[in-house]
T-cell receptor, first 114, second 112 residues
Framework: KAGVTQTPRYLIKTRGQQVTLSCSPISGHRSVSWYQQTPGQGLQFLFEYFSETQRNKGNFPGRFSGRQFSNSRSEMNVSTLELGDSALYLC?????????????FGPGTRLTVT | GENVEQHPSTLSVQEGDSAVIKCTYSDSASNYFPWYKQELGKGPQLIIDIRSNVGEKKDQRIAVTLNKTAKHFSLHITETQPEDSAVYFCAASSNTGNQFYFGTGTSLTVIP
């Protein structure tokens, strides 16, 4: 099976712009989670989508949003970018359901805000 | 919410020695504990996991132990090799949703 793919791999944006990142989960996986990884804060949970519905949400401002499509692919959007949004954005997919299932990560999108 | 603490933050061992990384969690409802290895420029890779109905699990040179009473779990790597050098993360999750809580990571260096 193909792994989790994320596009683009690298992005450079300017403060105030918006950005959309894409994630394609492993075939058959219905849950997609997004994380922000920075050297100072580690892996921080943004949100999780399951069957096109946001099921969990972390403590991030409303500038961070996401959605999931019927084929389980997911996008996250960050509006009005700030310098502090520079980070590695990771998505992870799993089967989903109520019990915690193995979660597999993609390679990440490195976002740099200047 | 759940709080996962991980120690040490850095660890250096000689090739062939063992490495142990420890994590504690706060939510007694947590019942799934995966470990991830992240190499430079890559996403975290799931290397082993354990569920709360099991006390220990082994996969070749890697083992994980879980003490539910004390709310801690550990990763053991034996016969370390230079390619084991990476950042390792522990995590915890429960049946109350597919949310994972991660430790702050341990940077392991294996010295040849």
């Amino acid at each position: 099976k193909a792994g989790v793919t994320q596009t683009p791999r690298y992005l450079i944006k300017t403060r105030g712009q918006q950005v959309t990142l894409s994630c394609s989960p492993i075939s058959g996986h219905r849950s997609v989670s997004w994380y922000q990884q920075t050297p100072g804060q580690g892996l921080q949970f943004l949100f999780e989508y399951f069957s096109e519905t946001q099921r969990n949400k972390g403590n991030f401002p409303g500038r961070f949003s996401g959605r999931q499509f019927s084929n389980s692919r997911s996008e996250m959007n960050v509006s009005t970018l700030e310098l502090g949004d520079s980070a590695l954005y990771l998505c992870a997919s799993s089967l989903g359901g109520l019990a915690p299932y193995e979660q597999y990560f993609g390679p990440g999108t490195r976002l740099t805000v200047t | 919410g759940e709080n996962v603490e991980q120690h040490p933050s850095t660890l250096s061992v000689q090739e062939g020695d063992s490495a142990v990384i420890k994590c504690t969690y706060s939510d007694s409802a947590s019942n799934y504990f995966p470990w991830y290895k992240q190499e430079l420029g890559k996403g975290p890779q799931l290397i082993i996991d354990i569920r709360s109905n099991v006390g220990e699990k082994k996969d070749q040179r890697i083992a994980v132990t879980l003490n539910k009473t004390a709310k801690h779990f550990s990763l053991h790597i034996t016969e370390t090799q230079p390619e084991d050098s990476a950042v390792y993360f522990c995590a915890a999750s429960s049946n109350t949703g597919n949310q994972f809580y991660f430790g702050t990571g341990t940077s392991l260096t294996v010295i040849p």
